[in-house]
């Protein structure tokens, strides 16, 4: 056994006595006071006892704010019916209104509308309404889905003793709650305080207000009228003018008064019109009802995608890119009101914001991006200068004008230097097609097409067979690219087109199910066709 030589036990006793002293001597000067941080130290103490009660602060706000939400979801589960395979239709059929959600649990705008439809039984009830507010698990309860012809999810439907009424309504509580009303007798909320007055300020973010001296008389007729053509907004009925005030103050007193209130900057808009008429009104609302600039969602889409204002112009941002642009974004939508609808939507949001921009060709686009549609037209715009709010404007009296191109997608300018099939693209296809004086035989396919490849290799095999014939081979990713004058040509994918010399108006579409040696002998026969003209002409 070897034994540890005295010099190593020296080095390792020294060293553990040095430690020793060290850790007693660091020990001993921190619990030791210094008087010149006393002030310092106890300052920092108070610090972080201040820190320290802010986040249990905090804490208690979060763990009430949970409580209230679980409270509110608990008290809306008791006021909600579950309908199942054995109530559904008892339940239907034995009231006289029933809200029904059908809804999936794996659906993801399901899971959107369920705390809105809860919060709206909620508000139901405590209105008095005499709706009975329904959900069935559709998913569990096929049979039960089936019976009530519930079919995709979310679906909600209005029963009327048993008879079923599509809901036509929004998708927030408070647009539930207005449609729920409207179709259960209660069109319009009449108002007779400055107390109720000052509720409907606090509790709805858009409603109408109608004044009348007396509630009878046409125009009055009219108002009720369009109150139940209406399925979105809330119309408030008032007499006395010191309570319509309270709820549009530059209000004047007057025989009859619409206007629109909405809590945004664009706040209160007055009905100029000479008379009521309820369709009349009912344009009205429809021109007035959104924000300055909307911010698109899942649940507003539809109520976006209908309006009556069919110029749009949308933009596209991150959410803080676009909070330093909405005041200045805001001033511009106020000089084109009803004429232009501005829709913001987070660039971020793929499920949104993707399936738009990819139209352009610019779906990984980061930065903002300003585009525009017109539904009448069906045409596209995109601004391509820097998205400022002067350039915007601009952008938007040009719109008006009808003096911008419509935007056509398209891929980078390729170099086709010695290509035997020329890569064609839409900022290419007027040159390089429409005004070549050779004969061209365009391939238009998409990568997502199950039978393109098949094609492609014919065509790659008629390049080389026709290699020093007066015929270009070219391809098009209608993907990818775009152009008005091949959009109207083009039914299916993939497709062929030859473009004869001298006639580029109305291409000859060759079958793509034909064999290759049928394809040449066609190819051949027009080319044929053009040397003869050609003779003739000579």
Not at 144 to 171: C, M
Not at 343 to 372: C, R
Request: some cysteine; glycine content about 4%.
């Amino acid at each position: 056994m070897s034994r540890t030589k005295p010099t190593s036990r020296f080095i390792i006793f020294s060293t553990l006595t040095l430690l020793l002293l060290f850790t007693l001597s660091s020990s001993v000067l921190s619990s030791e006071p210094v008087n010149g941080d006393d002030e310092d130290s106890e300052g920092i103490e108070e610090l972080l006892a201040l820190d320290e009660q802010a986040d249990q602060e905090e804490e208690q706000q979060e763990q009430g704010v949970r409580s209230s939400e679980a409270e509110l979801l608990t008290k809306a589960q008791r006021i909600v019916v579950e309908l199942n395979g054995d109530n559904t239709k008892r339940v239907v059929e034995g009231n006289e209104f029933v809200l029904v959600l059908g809804y999936a649990p794996w659906c993801p705008r399901s899971a959107e509308l369920m705390p809105q439809f809860a919060q709206a039984a909620t508000s139901l009830k405590e209105l008095g309404s005499p709706l009975l507010m329904a959900k069935l698990d559709a998913d569990r309860y096929p049979k039960a889905a089936s019976l009530l012809q519930i079919k995709g999810f979310p679906t909600l439907l209005l029963f009327v003793n048993g008879t079923s009424l599509i809901y036509s309504g929004g998708f927030s509580a408070e647009e539930i709650v207005i449609w729920a009303r409207k179709k259960t007798g209660v069109p319009v909320t009449r108002i007779n305080s400055v107390a109720e007055a000052e509720g409907v300020v606090k509790k709805y973010h858009t409603f109408a207000i109608g004044f009348f001296e007396n509630f009878k008389g046409p125009d009055y007729e009219e108002f009720v009228k369009a109150a139940i053509a209406d399925n979105e907004i809330l119309f408030i009925e008032v007499n006395n003018i010191e309570v319509a005030k309270v709820l549009f103050p530059d209000i004047k007193a007057t025989k009859s008064f619409f206007g629109i209130v909405k809590s945004e900057p664009e706040r209160y808009t007055a009905f100029e019109g000479t008379t009521f008429e309820k369709d009349k009104l009912l344009q009205f609302l429809e021109y007035n009802k959104f924000p300055l600039v909307t911010k698109l969602t899942e649940i507003n889409s539809v109520k976006v995608y209908s309006s009556p204002v069919k110029l749009q112009v949308i933009v596209f941002a991150e959410e803080d890119s676009f909070q330093k642009l909405l005041e200045p974004l805001q001033d511009v939508a106020r000089k084109f009101k009803s004429k232009i609808l501005f829709i913001y939507i987070d660039i971020s949001d793929e499920n949104l914001a993707k399936p738009f921009l990819t139209l352009y060709g610019i779906e990984e686009s980061k930065d903002t991006v300003v585009t525009a549609f017109d539904n009448h037209m069906s045409s596209k715009f995109l601004l391509e200068l820097d998205p400022t709010p002067s350039n915007i404007k601009d952008f938007c009296s040009r719109l008006l004008d009808g003096t911008p191109a419509p935007y056509f997608k398209s891929q980078p300018i390729p170099d086709n230097t010695d290509a035997t099939i020329q890569v064609i693209v839409g900022k290419t296809f007027e040159d390089l097609v429409l005004n070549s004086p050779k004969n061209v035989l365009l391939e238009v396919f998409t990568p997502w097409c199950i039978n393109c490849e098949t094609t492609s290799k014919q065509v790659e095999k008629l390049a080389k067979h026709f290699r020093g014939s007066d015929l270009v081979f070219a391809r098009f990713d209608a993907a990818m690219n775009e152009h008005p004058k091949l959009h109207m040509q083009v039914v299916d994918y993939p497709s062929l087109l030859f473009y004869k010399a001298g006639d580029k108006t109305n291409p000859i579409k060759l079958s793509t199910k034909s064999s290759l040696k049928d394809l040449a002998g066609s190819i051949n026969k027009h080319l044929k066709a053009r040397d003869k003209v050609t003779k003739d002409e000579l």
